[in-house]
DNA sequence: TATGAATGAGTGTTCATTCAT
DNA sequence: TATGAATGAACACTCATTCAT
């Protein structure tokens, strides 16, 4: 039994502009809580792009969303729990770009169209949400998970898979699942790999994953196999 | 998910082999030297391929090579520097299955079979270095350090680079670059998927990323650009 | 174990029960007050008896209160405060089982039967208040403060103090006050073990507390000194 | 992946005066290792003296060891194991004092005698032992570990079941178990309240756990039950 | 007045790195 | 030259306490 020395008061949180009442009004516990929640989740994501997931620390986090280490554990069990908030958050903000089922017209769109139309919004997620590309290999390395076992995966590769299955009718669903694991491998493998690149790579860069996506689509499409006849 | 802080030191460039007397006689020392050199490098090879790179800890792969942490840090300036000289190592063993320039054979080989004859020593060399994904990845993401900084990706990057001018003789040197950094990444990030799924999915992954690099290389040597006939 | 630093606060000595107008009317405030008062006080009682005090978090028991962690710390100046006041409750609730000089019947009976007296309604009462052990010991270790700075150890010193003074009238104060600190901590120490211990181990503890006091009474009233005669 | 400053060197952990070879050499590795391991222990004793087991940190008693946390946590695998060792630390020292059995004088001995023989050498012990009686109660608490879990416990009262049974060689095995951890808790709480009081207390306490001792001792060895006697 | 979100100092513990031996 | 004990800064996380609402 004992008592902590009662020091108190240097850092007011930040007075809360008080939202101007957005017609949106949730009860206003709840919008403060959802606010910390966001708050520390953009301050994870700064610091995540900035020095990537395993730098990060709580601390870093709770002192760039100016809030208590607290704060943060309020909202996450722990540091591996945050990063999941944000994979989660990913696969929300995702779920619009890749609902291509919802979108018809992708359906008899030219290959090389529909590859911009996936291709292209990837890219704009990915340049606003620098964090991403080490969150997606953060929750599918650790230990013995696979890239597998993981939601933010599972979720990108059924969207894919689905918008395959429309283009495809006959194909068998375990085939679907390899080639959709297969793009999404690819896109993210190479969206990646021109995020961490110069700037001046980048560009080019996306352009061959469009090709590729192309091809592959091209090559699923047909029912091509170029082990075949390339032989 | 461990941590650390993320300052950096350069690395000393290593002991530089100490260039061999003439070529004769007592190189006990050296050898000595050389063998430590490599059981520290073999220790640190097993524990990443168990743990990551990050979780791997000197005094793990000091208490799993035998030896003592000063002779860990007589080799190694510090942790970056120990798994710098693994990637570097793995230069070295990649090399054999690289040089595509010295087995003319490929150059004039149907470009299934090419993608046999990449593909398969590097499955190979995925299987026999399961550390071997871990240190690409890391070696390509910290801090901002881009993929483009690094040695062993350079390298790769040179071969695939190599080969291609020797099969696409016409082509510019900087479309060459991005078409074999493009491979690289492509043929890396399909196989650091396969190896990191359940091993029921290797097989299919694996054959995905034959399909796919061929339908590339015919994409590069046929000169065709899906995006413009499939548009 | 958990830890915090050592520093102490006087412990606010309570709100002191507003000395209820004269004896009339309108308590709803105060009782409102005392009502809150006694459940937090029960919360931290029940979370007392499961975890012990050390680990006892006030968080931990404003939950259990149903209340917000304000109304703790309007009646409890800190945590240790809110053990004292718990400690303080205990007294209140001894008292009539230790108010011997109040049952003149004790004086004249059987040391055997006293000790029945004594013991079982305390065996009850700790059986019936489980978090007192611990309050107990508590109250008694931390820091610098001795048993005897205490309030309930004093009070219950008191308490068996006066009844032994009836027993045994020409009694010197200093030595009584000895014999009943034993006689307090004796019974004390004992009840607490036969808690602590498993269930089957309780009665034979029980009983060996009732011998042990019969003894130490005997001596007491027949002014024997075993140290001399057994020597 | 990323690198500590590496900055360095304040504090030189004390030159150890070279041991003045005292004839009784160990492996100097194992005696610095030894040496070590009794300073922290000595620090969390000087520590726990001070502040109790609770209250006692890890970086506290590093401190006082004059040595960095990693020493600490060399030998002790956590706080509790800490804890531990200096329990068993304890019950080698005790030993000596508790190996009734092989003096055989005692076997004869007046109870009064007797009592003085127990009770003197364990005063001696409180008395240089200052942490013994926090470390006596944090061992038998935590959780819902019982005083009878523990190896401190189990081990002293193991070693007074034996003294009885020479005495009282005709006890339930039982029975002796109980008259032992009685006298046990007996003992110990009475001396830990001495060693808590005021010492100008300390004494009279003292002076009634003899008696007390004395008087369970002789109804032990009569087979008096005062529960029968004085009813 | 009651609430409980927020705070942040403090705790146990790890591990890269150094250096006495 | 090799060893591994020692160091201590840094981290994840807790919880007593405060105060805006």
Redesign the pocket.
């Known amino acids: 039994m004992s008592?902590?020395?009662?020091?108190?008061?240097?850092?007011?949180?930040?007075?809360?502009p008080r939202p101007a009442k957005p017609a949106r009004r949730r009860q206003?516990?709840q919008d403060?809580?959802q606010?910390?929640f966001e708050e520390v989740l953009d301050a994870a994501e700064q610091v995540i792009a900035e020095i990537g997931v395993e730098d990060?620390?709580?601390?870093a986090v709770a002192a760039r969303a100016?809030?208590?280490?607290?704060?943060l554990?309020?909202f996450f069990a722990?540091?591996?729990a945050l990063v999941a908030a944000l994979a989660e958050r990913y696969i929300r903000t995702m779920r619009p770009l890749t609902e291509y089922a919802e979108r018809p017209e992708l359906h008899v769109m030219p290959l090389a169209d529909l590859a911009d139309a996936i291709v292209d919004p990837l890219v704009e997620f990915f340049r606003s949400a620098p964090a991403y590309r080490h969150v997606w290999h953060a929750v599918n390395q650790p230990g013995s998970k696979s890239v597998f076992d993981c939601q933010l995966h599972e979720s990108v590769v059924a969207s894919v898979s689905a918008m395959m299955s429309a283009r495809v009718p006959g194909a068998k669903p375990k085939r679907l699942r390899v080639h959709a694991a297969t793009a999404v491998e690819l896109v993210h493998g190479m969206l990646s790999a021109a995020f961490a690149a110069p700037v001046a790579e980048r560009q080019p860069l996306i352009n061959e994953t469009k090709r590729l996506l192309t091809l592959y689509s091209e090559m699923i499409q047909t029912g091509d196999d170029p082990l075949v006849r390339l032989r």
Do not use: C, E, L, W
């Open positions: 008592t902590r020395t009662p020091v108190r008061r240097p850092a007011r949180p930040k007075p809360a206003p516990q403060r809580g606010k910390r990060m620390t709580t601390n100016g809030s208590g280490m607290g704060s554990y309020r722990n540091k591996d």
